[in-house]
C-alpha cells in the first residue's frame, strides 16, 4: 500500500476513532476520489472503500453518502456515519 493513500486511511481512522471517544452521534467524512481505478467512465474506487472500511472498524456506520463529480478530476466522496450502538442502549 502506497504511503499517501496509508496516510489518508490512518488520518480518517483517527479523525473516526477521536469522534467515538468523544461520545459524537455522527462523523462526516469527505475522500478525495480522484481518478477512477478502472475507466474515464466507470469503475472501482477501493481507496474510498478502504477509507470506510476503516471509520467502520472503528465503531461506525456508513448511513448516507453523495459522490460530488467536477470538472476539476477531483471527485469527492461525503459520508455520513452514525455510532453502530448509540450509548446507553
Not at 469503475?43 to 448516507?64: F, N, P, Q, T, Y
Amino acid at each position: 500500500m502506497g504511503m499517501i493513500k496509508q496516510s489518508k486511511i490512518s488520518t480518517v481512522r483517527a479523525d473516526a476513532q477521536r469522534a467515538r471517544e468523544e461520545g459524537r452521534r455522527v462523523f462526516v467524512a469527505v475522500f478525495k476520489a480522484g481518478v477512477l481505478s478502472s475507466g474515464m467512465f466507470s469503475g472501482g474506487l477501493g481507496h474510498i472503500a478502504e477509507m470506510i472500511e476503516a471509520v467502520e472498524a472503528e465503531g461506525w456506520r456508513l448511513e448516507h453518502f453523495t459522490y460530488d463529480s467536477t470538472e476539476s478530476r477531483t471527485d469527492r466522496v461525503c459520508g455520513l456515519f452514525r455510532p453502530l450502538a448509540e450509548p446507553g442502549h
